[in-house]
């Protein structure tokens, strides 16, 4: 990245995060998306993600400013010296994951998440679940609320609410965790390589309705989702120095 890198500015719709963008802007410029090294985008956790989700293509990096609600992806606001932290900031690199969700109508919706893809009961009837792994049964029945497969990025998020593992950003490893497993009840989920396909299909898929999300997108009426991780649209997030993501992640592994 050059000394003055060109930067492009976005801000989610909150007050505190339009007018950081405003301050921001006025004083480094704004840079066209086209001509942009880095996006800069102020807001919370769900702001980073909505920003990296439009990076499959052009793959600018982006350095997150907390202004939000959440900021584990965040780096904290300072008007001062932005450049020469972007100059120094840590590169990571991650990679999405693949959900091909299958409706019961037979329509087939693939989407992207960067944290996480979610099943969950859309009623007050439990979810039945049998789940594959590399083409071979793993769990016939699993009765929950749901299961989700968790990236690394997204392993301290819904992964660590549902008592999942927190993975390190470099530990090329999936979570597969149960949500509120009622049968199997000691079933814990599972830790799967990072190239390993994941197939769930929903039993009684008709009475025992079930929706699928990848992050904040979700499809509804689900028979059956195959997840696998895309190496092909891999996405650059910038921390500064010492508040990387994997040193975020190992402490808090030893937080209360």
Do not use: C
Request: glycine share 6%.
């Amino acid at each position: 990245m050059s000394a003055e890198p060109k930067i492009h500015f976005t801000a989610s719709p909150k007050p505190e995060a339009r007018q950081a963008a405003d301050v921001m802007i006025r004083r480094y410029g704004q840079a066209t998306l086209a001509k942009a090294d880095v996006i800069v985008a102020l807001g919370g956790d769900g702001w980073m993600l909505e920003t990296l989700r439009g990076r499959y293509h052009d793959r600018i990096p982006v350095y997150g400013v907390h202004r939000g609600t959440i900021g584990f992806l965040m780096n904290e606001f300072a008007e001062e010296g932005l450049a020469a932290r972007l100059n120094s900031a840590v590169r990571v690199v991650i990679h999405p994951l693949e959900l091909k969700a299958t409706r019961l109508s037979g329509e087939v919706v693939t989407l992207r998440a960067i944290n996480e893809v979610s099943l969950l009961r859309q009623t007050s009837q439990t979810a039945n679940l049998r789940i594959m792994v590399d083409g071979h049964e793993r769990l016939r029945d699993l009765a929950a609320d749901g299961v989700l497969v968790a990236t690394p990025a997204g392993s301290t998020a819904y992964n660590l609410s549902a008592h999942g593992p927190i993975l390190p950003i470099g530990a090329n490893l999936l979570a597969l965790t149960p949500i509120s497993p009622f049968r199997p009840r000691r079933w814990r989920g599972a830790l799967l390589r990072h190239d390993a396909r994941v197939e769930i299909f929903v039993l009684e898929a008709e009475r025992r309705t079930v929706s699928a999300s990848a992050d904040t997108q979700e499809v509804r009426d689900i028979a059956h989702v195959a997840v696998r991780e895309d190496r092909s649209h891999p996405l650059t997030m910038l921390f500064d120095e010492g508040h990387a993501l994997d040193e975020r992640i190992l402490r808090e592994q030893f937080s209360f």
